[in-house]
C-alpha cells in the first residue's frame, strides 16, 4: 500500500476543502483497511482528525465533528475528507493512513497505523 493525498490548498475562513487519498502503489482495494486522517500544525504533535473501520463505522474528534466527513469512495478507491466551514485552526499538514489489514476496527491512535501518505498542506485563511 502506497498512500498519495490530492485536493490540499488555501480557502478562507468558512470554506469547503475535499482531501482524498489514494492506493499508488497497485490496485489493491483500499476497503479491507481501517483507515484515518491526521493533521499536524506548525509547532503542534499530530493529531486524529477522523477516522473509518472496514466496518464503515467513524469516529471524529471533537474539534471537527459535525463539520468534516470521512468516506470511502469504492469506484474511485479512495479515501476522502469532506471539509466544511474551515477555521484558521485547521491549518495543517493533512496525512492519510491505513492500519494493517487485519486490524478492521476504527481508531484515532496513530500507533495503530501502518501506511502513510506524505501528506497535503491546508491552509485556512481569515
Known amino acids: ?11 478562507r475562513t468558512g470554506g469547503s476543502l475535499t482531501l482524498s ?10 476497503s479491507p483497511y481501517s483507515m484515518a486522517w ?4 506548525p509547532g503542534k504533535e499530530r493529531e486524529g482528525v477522523a477516522a473509518i473501520g472496514a ?27 469532506e471539509m466544511r466551514n474551515l477555521q484558521v485552526e485547521d491549518t495543517a499538514i493533512y496525512y492519510c ?10 481508531t484515532l491512535v496513530s500507533a495503530a497505523f501502518h501506511y502513510w501518505g506524505q501528506g497535503a498542506q491546508v491552509i485556512v485563511s481569515s
Request: charged share 20%; hydrophobic share 35%.
Open 38 to 41: 491526521f493533521r499536524q500544525a
Open 97 to 106: 493512513a491505513a492500519r494493517d489489514v487485519a486490524n478492521m476496527y476504527s
Open 21 to 30: 487519498c489514494g492506493n499508488s502503489g497497485s490496485r489493491t482495494s483500499l
Open 1 to 11: 500500500v502506497q498512500l498519495v493525498e490530492f485536493g490540499g490548498g488555501s480557502v
Open 55 to 81: 466496518d464503515g463505522r467513524t469516529q471524529y474528534a471533537a474539534s471537527v465533528k459535525g463539520r468534516f466527513t470521512i468516506s470511502k469512495d469504492k469506484v474511485n478507491n479512495t479515501l476522502n475528507l
